[in-house]
Every structure is written in C-alpha cells, then in structure tokens.
C-alpha cells in the first residue's frame, strides 16, 4: 500500500541553522515527489518536486531535497533557516493513472528559534 | 499561475444545517479534491473528481457529498453537519499525474 511518513512531528532548529526534513515514501512503482509549506491559516503552497532526472532538486525558498529510491527517501534540506521559515512541512507521493490520487506524510512542525 | 479559490474561509453553522463549501480552479484541470485537515492527522481525502459528474470516494467520505456540474468548480456538502466535523477543508486541484494545487482552506466550526 502507498504510504508517506514523515518520522519527526515537530522540529526546533536556531536561526542561520541548517535543516533537514525526512520523508519516506512506500509505492509499488516510480512516484512523483512533493514538498508542501503551510503557514498557519493558509493552504498548502508547493516547495518543490521530482519526477524524473536528476536527484537532487531545487525548489522556492532556498530549499533543495535529494531523492534516494534505495532508501525510499526524499529528505528536504535548507542550509540556513530564516525565521520566516517556521511553519509545518508536509511530503506528498502521487502517481499518474486512473484516480490520480496523492498520498500526504502527517507532516513536520518546524519552529525557528532567534 | 493557478489559482484555486475557495469561496468561504470561515464559515459558523448549527448541527443539522446543510453546508456547502464552493472550490473553483481556472486552469481547466480535470482532477479535483476535497481534503480535511485535523491536527495530529494530516491532510485526510473525502472526495475526489477525475471529470464533470464524475466522483470518487476518498478515505473518509461518510457524511459528505459533492458535485461537479462544471469543470471548474467542485462543490463538498455536509447535508446535516455535525460537531466531529468541525475542521479545516483544502480544497485542490491537479493535471492528471502532475503537481497538485491547493486553495486557501475553509475553515468551519459546527456549533
């Protein structure tokens, strides 16, 4: 069955620190890869994805994430966090086909310490 | 870029009202999806729609239902609302097997 998990709820990094986010994914075939940012209130603004290519992808905001199919991972990295980037995270796995459907972590709360 | 509007953002209702919650996105994307939000849970589907009249059920379709008469606009009812479904709804919507897009949220509280 298809499943996403984001292992860490909530993460406190300082300001100018770097950061990393994990995500592990579980799909019978190649998936597409999101990243998701939710600042409080709002929807669910896309960071970055992967469908193809090369491994390692840039996305908005300063944020890069690094897909590794022998570790089903795809860990989202910034190399120093702004106070503005507190806010929760969320990994998503989706596939092309009948349905369509998108498959969503519980996601990563991250707060930013001056 | 796209944009997927969700017409109410706060809306209060009284158990047993009939609540409809309007999604209209303009970029003719065939795929659209009603999803709940509940802290500690994730982003949890209701609904989703692959084409006008067309639906199906996601993983928690028990008291909703929706409609899809156009092809930009995606409609989720609660046809008698109930306390437990008091939530943030995020309305979406995608391009076959690409990215999907999500509208601000509606948040609802059932009294």
């Known amino acids: 069955a298809q499943s996403v998990t984001q292992p860490d709820i909530h993460i406190t990094v300082s300001e100018g620190a770097s950061l990393e986010l994990r995500c592990n994914y579980s799909?019978?075939?190649?998936?597409?890869l999101f990243w998701y940012v939710q600042s409080p209130g709002q929807g669910l603004q896309l960071l970055l994805k992967?469908?193809?290519?090369?491994?390692l992808v840039q996305g908005i905001k300063g944020f890069e994430a690094e897909f590794k199919r022998s570790q089903s991972s795809f860990n989202l990295r910034k190399p120093s966090v702004h106070w503005s980037d507190a806010a929760e995270y969320f990994c998503?796995?989706?596939?092309?086909?009948?349905?369509?459907?998108?498959?969503f972590g519980t996601g990563t709360s991250l707060t930013v310490i001056p | 870029d796209v944009k997927v509007t969700q017409s109410s953002r706060y809306l209060v209702k009284r158990t047993g009202e009939k609540v409809f919650l309007e999604c209209v996105q303009d970029?003719?994307?065939?795929?659209m999806f009603w999803y709940r939000q509940d802290p500690g849970l994730g982003l949890r589907l209701i609904y989703f729609?692959?084409?006008?009249?067309?639906?199906e059920k996601g993983d928690i379709p028990e008291g909703y239902s929706v409609s899809r008469e156009k092809k930009e606009r995606f409609s989720l009812i609660l046809e008698s609302a109930s306390t437990n479904q008091t939530s943030m709804y995020l309305c979406?919507?995608?391009?076959?097997?690409?990215?999907?897009?999500f509208g601000e949220g509606s948040w609802l509280t059932v009294v």
């Open positions: 979406a919507s995608s391009l076959l097997g690409n990215t999907i897009y």
């Open positions: 799909y019978g075939a190649t998936p597409y």
């Open positions: 992967y469908f193809s290519g090369d491994t």
């Open positions: 998503a796995v989706g596939a092309l086909g009948a349905g369509n459907q998108f498959y």
């Open positions: 970029m003719d994307h065939e795929n």
């Open positions: 729609s692959y084409d006008v009249k067309m639906k």
